[in-house]
């Protein structure tokens, strides 16, 4: 059975990159060491194939087995979040069936996309999955494939085991909303890593994002801050990401992430395409970037700027 209660379920929570080697196959010997790194870094969970996971460029048979070695390697440590989206209900379904095999802690998933699916729709995809298994499920409000109004969301809260969602939007007082309007154990991650010390101010439950694979350190850091009232120094740490991010951004940032992972001793591989690997010299550019990013903040410590 899981490890932890949906209520427990709380904190700094990676959504994990997947390894991938030169050749674009999945890489296991990586995905566990990169694990291993997370967890020494104090992470509080893991958010596996999503988009920062690439879930969409992998099939359902890779995606299995991404999760059982990351469950295996876990071993009931921290919670595990395994997002089972897909476009059709069907696929979303057995997918939802081998994470529970595993006794994950928790299943989530983007509205089905791709077609304009209207409310009813998306309903009934939630439904349909909750009702085929016992596991949590985390509904995802993101803007890349249409978000979901409040409203909605509440809708969303009555099916049997939807117990929260993954907000990735800036809309920040619908997290209020959700805490206070649904209900107080109806659990909240902000998942827009520029705004964590918003989403946490507005009683989110946890962060979850991309880039704390990357800075991991930091958004421990940050998060323990906020939860000591110490909200300046989490905002100088969050102006820190801001740069750090907007840096990644001008390039293929899962890609970035992978490389700043190997700095670290934590190789996190390769990208799938269509997305790009970093050319050599793109890869110094970063690292310049980088080095002006840690110059402008007096050195601090953050381990992905202390390893350049």
């Given at each position: 059975?899981?490890?932890?209660?949906?209520?427990?379920?709380?904190?700094v929570?990676?959504?994990?990159?997947?390894?991938?080697?030169?050749?674009?196959?999945?890489?296991?010997?990586?995905?566990?060491?990169?694990?291993?790194?997370?967890?020494?870094?104090?992470?509080?969970?893991?958010?596996?194939?999503?988009s920062?996971?690439?879930?969409?460029?992998?099939?359902?048979?890779?995606?299995?087995?991404?999760?059982?070695?990351?469950?295996?390697?876990?071993?009931?440590?921290?919670?595990?979040?395994?997002?089972?989206?897909?476009?059709?209900?069907?696929?979303?379904?057995?997918?939802?069936?081998?994470?529970?095999?595993?006794?994950?802690?928790?299943?989530?998933?983007?509205?089905?996309?791709?077609?304009?699916?209207?409310?009813?729709?998306?309903?009934?995809?939630y439904?349909?999955?909750?009702?085929?298994?016992?596991?949590?499920?985390?509904?995802?409000?993101?803007?890349?494939?249409?978000?979901?109004?409040?409203?909605?969301?509440?809708?969303?809260?009555?099916?049997?085991?939807?117990?929260?969602?993954?907000?990735?939007?800036?809309t920040?007082?619908?997290?209020?909303?959700?805490?206070?309007?649904?209900?107080?154990?109806?659990?909240?991650?902000?998942?827009?890593?520029?705004?964590?010390?918003?989403?946490?101010?507005?009683?989110?439950?946890?962060?979850?994002?991309?880039?704390?694979?990357?800075?991991?350190?930091?958004?421990?850091?940050?998060?323990?801050?906020?939860?000591n009232?110490?909200?300046?120094?989490?905002?100088?740490?969050?102006?820190?990401?801001?740069?750090?991010?907007?840096?990644s951004?001008?390039?293929?940032?899962?890609?970035?992430?992978?490389?700043?992972?190997?700095?670290?001793?934590?190789?996190?591989?390769?990208?799938?395409?269509?997305?790009?690997?970093?050319?050599?010299?793109?890869?110094?550019?970063?690292?310049?970037?980088?080095?002006?990013?840690?110059?402008?903040?007096?050195?601090?410590?953050?381990?992905?700027?202390?390893?350049?």
């Amino acid at each position: 059975m899981p490890a932890f209660k949906p209520t427990e379920i709380k904190g700094v929570i990676p959504a994990l990159v997947t390894p991938f080697d030169e050749n674009e196959n999945f890489d296991e010997a990586k995905t566990r060491n990169l694990v291993q790194f997370l967890l020494s870094q104090n992470v509080s969970g893991f958010y596996l194939t999503g988009s920062t996971g690439e879930g969409f460029l992998m099939n359902s048979e890779e995606r299995k087995k991404v999760v059982e070695v990351v469950v295996d390697e876990v071993k009931q440590r921290v919670p595990i979040i395994v997002h089972i989206g897909a476009i059709g209900t069907k696929e979303s379904i057995e997918l939802a069936k081998h994470a529970e095999s595993l006794d994950v802690d928790a299943i989530s998933s983007v509205p089905p996309f791709y077609w304009r699916f209207n409310e009813d729709h998306i309903y009934d995809y939630y439904k349909d999955i909750a009702d085929c298994v016992s596991t949590p499920m985390i509904i995802y409000n993101v803007p890349l494939v249409g978000l979901l109004g409040f409203d909605f969301i509440k809708r969303l809260s009555t099916i049997n085991n939807v117990v929260g969602v993954k907000y990735t939007a800036y809309t920040h007082q619908d997290i209020y909303k959700c805490k206070d309007l649904i209900s107080k154990d109806f659990m909240v991650y902000s998942g827009a890593d520029e705004m964590a010390v918003s989403g946490i101010l507005n009683e989110a439950d946890g962060i979850i994002g991309s880039f704390y694979t990357m800075l991991p350190d930091l958004f421990v850091n940050l998060y323990n801050h906020m939860k000591n009232n110490e909200i300046e120094k989490a905002q100088q740490l969050q102006k820190i990401a801001v740069s750090i991010i907007d840096a990644s951004l001008k390039y293929d940032y899962y890609a970035v992430i992978k490389e700043a992972t190997r700095w670290m001793n934590a190789d996190a591989g390769y990208v799938r395409r269509p997305f790009k690997n970093l050319t050599t010299q793109e890869i110094e550019q970063v690292k310049e970037e980088f080095k002006t990013i840690k110059e402008k903040y007096n050195n601090p410590d953050v381990l992905v700027l202390k390893s350049l």
